[in-house]
């Protein structure tokens, strides 16, 4: 009883060593709003006519970042080039979409995927 008791908490033990290991803080924050300040709330639905945009934030490192949007079209339009981004800065990328349906805003850093928002312009 006592050896099983002690398995127990071992392998306890090692499951919540591993997770809090694996629960590392993000390195990016990403998001979309339906505005395109610093003020603008992250959103999963936009009017038509509001103006959009695709907010990026490196929180360890200077980056360099591209950021893609696919339209209800299923046309994506990324940036031209990596875009340099300062550590702790917060960087919006305006989507001048007012095509009804849902968008899928894609970023990369790099080369890889770091963030994915999808919403919705409405109306």
Same mark, same amino acid.
């Not at 997770?19 to 694996?22: C, K, P």
């Not at 702790?88 to 990328?93: F, H, I």
């Given at each position: 009883m006592k050896r099983t008791l002690m398995a127990v908490l071992a392998v306890s033990a090692l499951l919540a060593l591993a997770? #809090?290991? #694996?629960g590392a803080a993000p390195a990016y924050t990403h998001y979309v709003a339906c505005g395109t300040t610093e003020k603008a709330k992250p959103a999963h639905s936009c009017? $038509? *006519? #509001? *103006? $959009?945009?695709a907010f990026f934030r490196s929180l360890n490192a200077n980056v360099n970042y591209t950021v893609c949007v696919r339209f209800p079209t299923k046309k994506t339009i990324c940036t031209d080039e990596a875009q340099e981004?300062?550590?702790?800065?917060?960087? /919006?990328?305006r989507i001048t979409s007012n095509i009804?349906? $849902?968008?899928? /805003?894609?970023w990369f850093v790099g080369g $890889?995927? /770091?963030? /994915?928002?999808?919403?919705r312009v409405t109306g």
């Open positions: 997770a #809090s290991a #694996s009017p $038509k *006519k #509001s *103006k $959009k945009g981004a300062e550590q702790g800065q917060l960087y /919006v990328n009804p349906g $849902k968008h899928r /805003v894609t $890889k995927r /770091v963030g /994915v928002s999808v919403f």
